[in-house]
T-cell receptor, first 119, second 113 residues
Framework: GDSVTQMEGPVTLSEEAFLTINCTYTATGYPSLFWYVQYPGEGLQLLLKATKADDKGSNKGFEATYRKETTSFHLEKGSVQVSDSAVYFCALRPGPTNAGGTSYGKLTFGQGTILTVHP | DGGITQSPKYLFRKEGQNVTLSCEQNLNHDAMYWYRQDPGQGLRLIYYSQIVNDFQKGDIAEGYSVSREKKESFPLTVTSAQKNPTAFYLC????????????FGDGTRLSIL
């Protein structure tokens, strides 16, 4: 079945440092890929997405490129801020199938990476 | 503004009691989902529904039940058969197309008295 693997955390950085959170996936076909962010006590917010190979998703200074050859979707930011401290989840949604649709639309999440940014 | 509303934000359950978590969306999304999140862990799918009056079990459906009588609403009942219900519950919705993201509510934290 589909799976998503994120780098283990927690990740602790100083303000203005460069951030990379690795994400690799296993899926058949052409899934769509997403990064979500969760602040303490809140739900998940969509950070960015990419729906086909070589697409780059970007938002609020974060970027991730859909690499089909390496099955990866690593999250990067050039200069983190204290306000970026949160839990980050990588997720995939299967592409269309003809297999009865039982997995249609379901998201598979990674285990999450806790990011803490110090001033 | 369009979005997903979950209520209550905090809920307490006594032993042997069923409790129902509310989820309402005004995004006109066809699909809705319930997830469970335990501390330090990712999300696990409980139930999902692609259309009204239809729903499917997710990965951890035992001890839970749902209904989908209206497009906007997808309540989750945590039954007494769920022996470890303490968790953070998240509701989500999405359009049906495969490349569309899921949008999440702010969650309900359920605790056992």
């Amino acid at each position: 079945g589909d799976s998503v693997t994120q780098m283990e955390g927690p990740v602790t950085l100083s303000e203005e440092a460069f951030l990379t959170i690795n994400c690799t996936y296993t899926a058949t076909g052409y899934p769509s890929l997403f990064w979500y962010v969760q602040y303490p006590g809140e739900g998940l917010q969509l950070l960015l997405k990419a729906t086909k190979a070589d697409d780059k998703g970007s938002n609020k200074g974060f970027e991730a490129t859909y690499r089909k050859e390496t099955t990866s979707f690593h999250l990067e930011k050039g200069s983190v801020q204290v306000s970026d401290s949160a839990v980050y989840f990588c997720a995939l949604r299967p592409g269309p199938t003809n297999a009865g649709g039982t997995s249609y639309g379901k998201l598979t999440f990674g285990q999450g990476t806790i990011l803490t940014v110090h001033p | 503004d369009g979005g997903i509303t979950q209520s209550p934000k905090y809920l307490f359950r006594k032993e042997g009691q069923n409790v129902t978590l509310s989820c309402e969306q005004n995004l006109n999304h066809d699909a809705m989902y319930w997830y469970r999140q335990d501390p330090g862990q990712g999300l696990r799918l409980i139930y999902y529904s692609q259309i009204v009056n239809d729903f499917q079990k997710g990965d951890i459906a035992e001890g839970y039940s749902v209904s989908r009588e209206k497009k906007e609403s997808f309540p989750l009942t945590v039954t007494s058969a769920q022996k470890n219900p303490t968790a953070f519950y998240l509701c989500a919705s999405s359009r049906g197309q495969f490349n569309q993201p899921q949008h999440f509510g702010d969650g309900t934290r359920l605790s056992i008295l």
